[in-house]
T-cell receptor, first 113, second 114 residues
Framework: KQEVTQIPAALSVPEGENLVLNCSFT??????LQWFRQDPGKGLTSLLL?????REQTSGRLNASLDKSSGRSTLYIAASQPGDSATYLC????????????FGTGTRLQVTL | GAGVSQSPSNKVTEKGKDVELRCDPI?????LYWYRQSLGQGLEFLIY????????KSGLPSDRFSAERTGGSVSTLTIQRTQQEDSAVYLC????????????FGPGTRLTVL
């Protein structure tokens, strides 16, 4: 059974800092890995999706990497802003299944002024 | 265009009552998913619909849970004889036909069972 772990569970940083969120998964037979953002009381917003054949994806200040063989992904946020405060979730999609996602428990990020 | 919508946004019910949660996916999306997010736990998959195929119900926690998707669009998740442990946020997502498409999530329904 696939297990997805995110470290740290919570993180508080001052504005402007660069930071890294970690995600690890136990079964490397994945189709892709996705990073989501969840704001309180709202649904999930997809940030970056990395296919299993890719090593990284970038969008603006966000960069996500994937090392499938070691079962790890990182989300790098550059020059953090208070508006980045949210819970960040990683999710893996398995190969040969109905594309259902297995989620980590998330990292709650607080960016302070 | 419009995103995934869910109703109600909040539902408070008494233990033992039945509840229905509704999801309106993005128009044209063929795949629809239900997930549950309990306090202190991650999102867990419940059920998946793809076109006219039989749904994947492998994530439903008990036979008190059921879901249907009428006309390939709107979906209803029904929980019978609710229990306090059913309290959670129920999220719906939809996806287009391409295999690499991302899932788009609705805002969720927060269910509280007293």
């Amino acid at each position: 059974k696939q297990e997805v772990t995110q470290i740290p569970a919570a993180l508080s940083v001052p504005e402007g800092e660069n930071l890294v969120l970690n995600c690890s998964f136990t079964d490397s037979a994945i189709y892709n890995l996705q990073w989501f953002r969840q704001d309180p009381g709202k649904g999930l917003t997809s940030l970056l999706l990395i296919q299993s054949s890719q090593r990284e994806q970038t969008s603006g200040r966000l960069n996500a990497s994937l090392d499938k063989s070691s079962g790890r992904s990182t989300l790098y946020i550059a020059a953090s802003q208070p508006g980045d405060s949210a819970t960040y979730l990683c999710a893996v999609r398995h190969t040969g299944t109905a594309s259902k996602l297995t989620f980590g428990t998330g990292t709650r990020l607080q960016v302070t002024l | 265009g419009a995103g995934v919508s869910q109703s109600p946004s909040n539902k408070v019910t008494e233990k033992g009552k039945d509840v229905e949660l509704r999801c309106d996916p993005i128009s044209g999306h063929t795949a629809l998913y239900w997930y549950r997010q309990s306090l202190g736990q991650g999102l867990e998959f419940l059920i998946y619909f793809q076109g006219n195929s039989a749904p994947d119900k492998s994530g439903l926690p008990s036979d008190r849970f059921s879901a249907e998707r009428t006309g390939g669009s709107v979906s209803t998740l029904t929980i019978q004889r609710t229990q306090q442990e059913d309290s959670a946020v129920y999220l719906c997502a939809s996806k287009g036909m391409a295999t690499e498409d991302t899932q788009y999530f609705g805002p969720g329904t927060r269910l509280t069972v007293l």
